[in-house]
């Protein structure tokens, strides 16, 4: 199954409701919206610094990657990205098939 990265920051009203609602019931809520997409939950941190969450999840594919971000986006209470995680084997074939692609840098 696919693996993603998700990570951001809440925004004023996010902020809010992890302070009423604490940050086992946001973890919680987020591994059911994983899990009602037929996905798993890795990991769930809070951090310092620029992002304030990171996730790390399993869904089936890139449209339910995407229905998560968009209904959690939705929200007004999260702004977040994305990141689609490779293996190092799926590197490997990417690497592989970056030989026979075509193609004219700018200028040349």
Same mark, same amino acid.
């Given at each position: 199954? #696919?693996?993603?990265?998700?990570? $951001?920051?809440?925004?004023?009203?996010?902020?809010?409701?992890?302070?009423?609602?604490?940050?086992? @019931? @946001?973890?919680?809520?987020?591994?059911?919206?994983? %899990?009602?997409? $037929?996905?798993?939950? !890795?990991?769930?941190?809070?951090?310092?610094?620029?992002? !304030?969450?990171?996730?790390?999840?399993?869904? #089936?594919?890139?449209?339910?990657?995407? /229905?998560?971000?968009?209904?959690?986006? /939705? *929200?007004?209470?999260?702004? $977040?990205? *994305? *990141?689609?995680?490779?293996?190092? %084997? %799926?590197?490997?074939?990417?690497?592989?098939?970056?030989?026979?692609?075509?193609?004219? #840098? #700018?200028?040349?």
């Amino acid at each position: 199954m #696919p693996k993603y990265l998700y990570h $951001g920051s809440y925004t004023l009203d996010g902020v809010r409701g992890v302070l009423t609602d604490g940050g086992s @019931r @946001r973890r919680d809520a987020a591994r059911q919206a994983v %899990e009602s997409l $037929g996905g798993t939950m !890795d990991a769930f941190y809070f951090a310092f610094g620029a992002d !304030d969450v990171v996730v790390l999840v399993d869904v #089936p594919d890139n449209v339910s990657a995407a /229905a998560l971000s968009l209904a959690i986006g /939705a *929200t007004g209470a999260f702004r $977040g990205t *994305t *990141t689609v995680l490779l293996t190092p %084997e %799926e590197f490997d074939a990417a690497a592989s098939k970056a030989r026979n692609v075509r193609y004219t #840098p #700018p200028g040349r």
